[in-house]
């Protein structure tokens, strides 16, 4: 019996119109282009302005470009699984909801939540559906609106991200290309040092949390940066080590886009050159679950079929991996 992969055969991508420029963060908070620049690495970010839009709106025209794009009948789709932190409401899947706005009437779908690893961790999810022969298209959406949880007067958070979508389609390949590994690894102890502390079950929301900012992403960065070095390069190099790789056998890193810094530090770990790293977050900042889809729009007519991606991710939680995937398709 031939072995069935699981390929990403497609891709798709939104950005909210608006830029939030360093130079405007300049007029919000104590800080500045150059400041900024040089510890993150980031110019600008996108930011969803319009009242009365969430997640969803991003997650859905994500998937309609990657629809629009492949030629591909939503109601072809068996699954619809949409990573993010920052869904549209409690309880009410926004998955489930983006489903049915682009048509996919004969999906079910469902939401994942692992921070900044979300469309990482989904990776591995929407490839086991496929690889178990039970599903054929799964579609897995990376968007997060994080304006929504961001304090705009905390400037060490609301520097960093940006909002944004990515889509990717996974389908079964018989060429073995598709996803060949992965290294999923999570430390709940994290949890104290990236987080949001009202909302939940243990701090329901009160005006006692409102009036203290509560409802916003609390960072120790320090703490969170020097975990995000050692884990990402860590289990990005394991992907090479165990699966017999080289530097000259990758074509491309695919990291999580948090910080500059981190990102080089994991390409060097790895010993891949700067011309094969992906990077846009001088442009979105990041985007949390969507950083990782938004890179392979970004470069997809640079990609070529069989050529060897590595991704890595780091988020709160402690949330972490890395995945190896070969490419399936010629742009």
């Known amino acids: ?42 110019k600008e970010r996108r930011i969803l302005k319009e009242e009365g839009k969430g997640t969803s709106f991003m997650a859905i025209k994500a998937a309609e470009d990657l ?18 932190a920052t869904p549209d409401m409690p309880v009410a899947s926004t998955a489930v909801y983006t489903a049915s706005k682009i048509g996919a009437i004969n999906a079910f779908a469902y939401d994942l939540q692992a921070a900044c690893s ?50 990717v389609l996974f389908e079964p390949n018989t060429e073995g290309f598709g996803l060949q590994d992965e290294y999923l690894r999570s ?25 203290n900012k509560q409802h916003f992403v609390h960072q120790e960065g320090r703490t969170v940066f020097k975990f995000a070095v050692s884990n990402m390069a ?58 990782l889809p938004l890179l392979l729009n970004d470069y997809e007519n640079q990609l070529k079929k069989g050529d060897n991606l590595i991704f890595a991710a780091f988020g709160g939680g402690f949330t972490w991996g890395a995945n190896y995937l070969t490419w399936a398709y010629n742009s």
């Open 187 to 211: 430390d709940g102890y994290g949890r104290d040092f990236l987080k949001i502390e009202a909302g939940g079950s243990i701090l329901p929301p009160s005006e006692e949390t409102i009036a």
């Open 234 to 291: 860590e289990v990005a190099e394991k992907m090479l080590t165990r699966n017999n790789l080289t530097e000259e056998d990758i074509q491309w890193l695919v990291p999580h886009q948090a910080n500059t810094r981190i990102i080089d530090a994991t390409a060097k770990r790895v010993g891949v050159s700067p011309e094969k790293v992906m990077m846009n977050i001088h442009k979105y900042g990041n985007t949390t679950s969507a950083t």
């Open 1 to 42: 019996m031939t072995k069935i992969t699981a390929a990403i055969t497609a891709v798709g991508k939104f950005l909210p119109e608006y830029k939030l420029t360093n130079k405007v963060l300049e007029t919000l908070v104590d800080t500045n282009d150059e400041w900024i620049t040089s510890r993150t690495g980031i």
């Open 67 to 84: 629809l629009q794009k492949s030629g591909t009948n939503p109601e072809d789709i068996d699954l619809v699984i949409v990573a993010t």
């Open 118 to 167: 979300g469309f990482l961790y989904g990776m591995s999810t929407a490839s086991s559906y496929i690889e178990s022969g039970r599903y054929k298209k799964v579609l897995l959406i990376g968007a997060d609106k994080m304006s929504s949880i961001i304090d705009y007067t905390d400037r060490a958070t609301c520097i960093i991200f940006g909002d944004g979508a990515g889509a």
